[in-house]
């Protein structure tokens, strides 16, 4: 396995100040901090309008060379009846900027509705839809589906033919498909706990961590910590350090 990306979903969230952003740190600085702090970021700005090209080339100059950023796409392009009429909602989501991210873009996550269900041939029209690269910048997908339909040989098959992943969705009621299906694992976990100082409970930390390594043997990793509807996510930043620990690669704490 390569380095693990590690991180959280975005980084201004207002509680994470004076808990994982020191008192004082200024906001325009949050993003240097979580960088050096964290080895990923999911960026879920994306996901409800289109960022400047100027913003993305921003992010990837305030982040360490060997930094990735995962991003979110446009909802306008996942949340459709009909999948495989949304081309040229994801032609316009691809070419916003993405491409100033250069080597720190990560994979892009495609998130369907929970009320979306398993259609195989609109499925594999979608999946078509995807380039395998941007201006000559290599793409990685990765679909999380929320609804238990998708849990059918068929929709893993096709993923597996394109070289696609699934998304590893640690949540109570979303379908978890541990089905390698790229050269590289994706995980969302979404149960974290307020109560619990580092978001899971320090047995969940360390069986997932073993589950991870397992699952990325000879592939990339990339997982995230996401407060799914704000639940616990003042503790994402806290949870992801402790599992980059137990994958042995945390980096120095900034100071």
């Not at 960088?35 to 990923?40: H, R, S």
């Not at 398993?118 to 000559?136: I, K, Q, T, V, Y």
């Not at 930390?205 to 003042?234: H, Q």
Request: with cysteine; net charge neutral; proline share 9%.
């Amino acid at each position: 396995m390569n380095k693990p990306r590690v991180g959280i979903g975005g980084w201004t969230f207002a509680p994470w100040r004076g808990v994982f952003y020191p008192p004082g740190l200024r906001q325009a600085d949050e993003l240097r901090f979580a960088g050096a702090a964290l080895t990923a970021i999911e960026i879920n700005a994306t996901y409800h309008a289109l960022q400047s090209p100027a913003a993305f080339a921003r992010w990837r100059d305030e982040t360490p060379a060997d930094f990735v950023f995962s991003v979110k796409a446009s909802r306008l392009c996942t949340h459709r009846k009909v999948l495989a009429e949304t081309g040229p909602f994801i032609a316009r989501f691809l070419e916003q900027g993405l491409v100033e991210l250069g080597p720190r873009l990560g994979p892009i996550l495609w998130q369907f509705m929970p009320t979306k269900r398993f259609d195989a041939d609109d499925m594999a029209r979608f999946l078509d839809l995807l380039p395998p690269r941007l201006d000559g910048l290599a793409l990685r997908h990765v679909l999380e589906p929320r609804h238990a339909s998708f849990v059918d040989p068929a929709f893993i098959a096709l993923c597996r033919e394109r070289g696609v992943a699934i998304c590893l969705a640690d949540h109570a009621a979303y379908p978890l498909i541990a089905e390698p299906t790229a050269d590289f694992v994706y995980a969302r976990l979404m149960r974290l706990e307020e109560s619990e100082p580092d978001g899971y409970a320090a047995p969940a930390l360390a069986d997932w961590a073993v589950r991870l390594e397992a699952l990325a043997k000879g592939r990339d990793l990339f997982a995230f910590f996401i407060g799914a509807g704000g639940e616990g996510k003042v503790r994402a930043p806290a949870a992801a350090r402790a599992l980059l620990g137990y994958l042995r690669a945390a980096p120095p704490w900034p100071g």
